[in-house]
């Protein structure tokens, strides 16, 4: 954006002056773009109050449904069905077994003390309980192979399928089966070095992201509530991680956003030379987003890590558009003595076209990228195309109806 600005003040015009460039003297009043423009400020002009009634309660109800969106991060969803990698892990998850999963690592509070019966049989509660659970595929548990060993030591009894009765007994056969075992199928992924803590693994379906905190939550709950301290554990694994960062970053976002806000304001409220045109531009910087969002909400739409920075990046589009409808309004009033009516209408005159025709060019470069494969890519790309175009209308509508009800307010006042 430095370079892009840098260029513009520099290269640009030194260019400018070296070509060859003739432009038409066309008289700007009989065009059809000032004939355009100058129909959608008197319409505004004209339904200035239910422009703006009609604009806040559609940017309210839309708003309702931004707030309410939901966060996931699937990231299997991330491709779309013509790549293979989607199709397989549907496959498998539809068929087989799930892709997601959440890991416990289950402490006995001593060396050796996964050998313990009471330990163990903490552990098959916990393995019992998560399999009751609807989210669950299947659970692999160490209590699972002391049963199964205990069982194969008894004869295939099945009576005996259960956890053995004293410490003693299941050191033996735990060191039993490690022996048995071959080269490179022991048990150190689910059991520590010094024995004292061993790994449960929990495959779940495939779920939003906030479904899946949710099951961690309540299974990391029923740990609390049900076995000693030293069993008390977080669901953690790389779908976990996921789960987290996009909540996480969407948070950290909106702040950074109310930060950037609030700097961008003060520098408004400087560079317009007014506190109330510089607050009063905070209404057309944020709704945009809140109109865009609410409206990816409408269409089924969830945000994932791609989808959560979409107005970080849109945030300068949205304050270009509604410094340069501001700027031309004040110029209007300032140096030509116009009253607001015309003021809207030369703003709409100078700057209406350049607006239009910049979202135009950038709707067309997202559009482009909406069709991409990738979900983290298209989904990206439509919300910010939603976003931009939302921001255009509102700097159409909402926005000089706001600045003429304002100053009709303030001449009251006077």
């Not at 950038?362 to 790309?381: D, E, K, R, T």
């Amino acid at each position: 954006m430095t370079m892009a600005f840098i260029l513009s003040v520099t290269l640009l015009p030194a260019v400018m002056s070296m070509l060859p460039v003739r432009a038409k003297v066309k008289d700007p009043e009989s065009s059809r773009s000032h004939k355009f423009y100058n129909g959608l400020a008197d319409f505004v002009i004209a339904r200035r109050n239910a422009t703006l009634a009609g604009s806040a309660f559609i940017i309210g109800i839309l708003g309702y449904f931004a707030i309410n969106i939901e966060l996931n991060d699937e990231f299997v969803k991330y491709f779309d069905n013509s790549i293979s990698f989607r199709n397989d892990t549907d496959f498998i998850n539809e068929n087989l077994t799930g892709i997601y999963n959440a890991e416990f690592s289950l402490g006995s509070g001593e060396p050796g003390g996964i050998n313990n019966p009471e330990y163990l049989k903490n552990l098959e509660r916990f393995e019992r309980w998560l399999e009751d659970q609807p989210e669950i595929v299947h659970v692999n548990a160490y209590s699972e192979i002391a049963r199964r060993v205990n069982r194969s030591m008894h004869g295939d009894d099945e009576s005996y399928y259960k956890i053995p009765e004293n410490r003693e007994e299941a050191a033996q056969y735990l060191l039993l089966y490690e022996l048995s075992l071959p080269f490179g199928l022991d048990l150190n992924n689910q059991i520590n070095v010094d024995k004292s803590e061993t790994r449960l693994t929990a495959t779940m379906v495939n779920m939003p992201t906030q479904q899946m905190i949710s099951f961690t939550k309540r299974a990391e709950q029923w740990l609390i509530d049900n076995t000693p301290e030293y069993m008390h554990a977080n669901g953690i694994s790389p779908t976990m991680m996921f789960a987290y960062l996009s909540r996480t970053q969407v948070l950290s976002l909106i702040s950074g956003t109310l930060t950037a806000l609030l700097i961008i304001s003060l520098i408004l409220i400087a560079a317009l030379r007014s506190f109330k045109f510089g607050l009063l531009s905070l209404i057309p910087n944020l709704t945009p987003a809140f109109a865009g969002f609410g409206l990816w909400a409408l269409s089924g739409g969830q945000i994932n890590v791609g989808i959560s920075i979409v107005f970080g990046m849109t945030l300068g589009i949205i304050v270009d558009d509604t410094i340069h409808f501001l700027s031309k309004y004040l110029r209007a009033i300032r140096e030509h003595g116009y009253s607001p009516e015309d003021a809207v209408r030369y703003a709409f005159n100078t700057v209406g076209r350049a607006l239009l025709v910049t979202t135009i060019v950038l709707v067309a470069g997202f559009v482009i990228l909406a069709q991409s494969s990738f979900g983290m890519n298209s989904g990206m790309a439509k919300v910010t195309f939603l976003v931009i175009v939302t921001a255009l209308i509102i700097d159409f509508l909402l926005l000089p109806a706001l600045l003429l009800i304002t100053s009709r307010l303030r001449r009251q006042l006077a």
